[in-house]
């Protein structure tokens, strides 16, 4: 099983910025997409972001135009650029490789002034 370790959460004020990572074991991204998640208190986990080997990106709704998806040239790490956070992202994000099948820890981000 790879393991996949997110990082870059925290505290950040109303319209801020974050990025958070998420680097694999072993170079696997160009073998399956990669998904980010986030799951907010008392709340369900939900998608947010996808990118595929070829470099497609999909996006849910309420982050379109504000986060930003990517990865770097290794194939063992992917990002997700947050912009103008809002109070309703407070939430543990989590990656997933393959979407849905493995996780990683996950990596708290609280959005609030």
């Known amino acids: 099983q790879v393991q996949l370790v997110e990082s870059g959460g925290g505290l950040v004020q109303p319209g801020g910025s974050l990025r958070l990572s998420c680097a694999a074991s072993?170079?696997?991204?160009?073998?399956?997409?990669m998904g980010w998640y986030r799951q907010a208190p008392g709340k369900q986990r939900v998608f947010v972001a996808l990118?595929?080997?070829?470099?497609?990106?999909t996006y849910a709704d309420s982050v379109k135009g504000r986060f930003t998806i990517s990865r770097d040239g290794t194939w063992d790490t992917v990002y997700l650029q947050m912009n103008n956070l809002e109070p309703e992202d407070t939430a543990v994000y989590y990656c997933?490789?393959?979407?849905?099948?493995?996780w990683g820890q996950g990596t708290q981000v609280t959005v609030s002034s």
């Open positions: 990118i595929t080997s070829d470099g497609s990106t």
């Open positions: 072993r170079s696997i991204f160009s073998l399956y997409p």
């Open positions: 997933s490789a393959p979407p849905g099948q493995n």
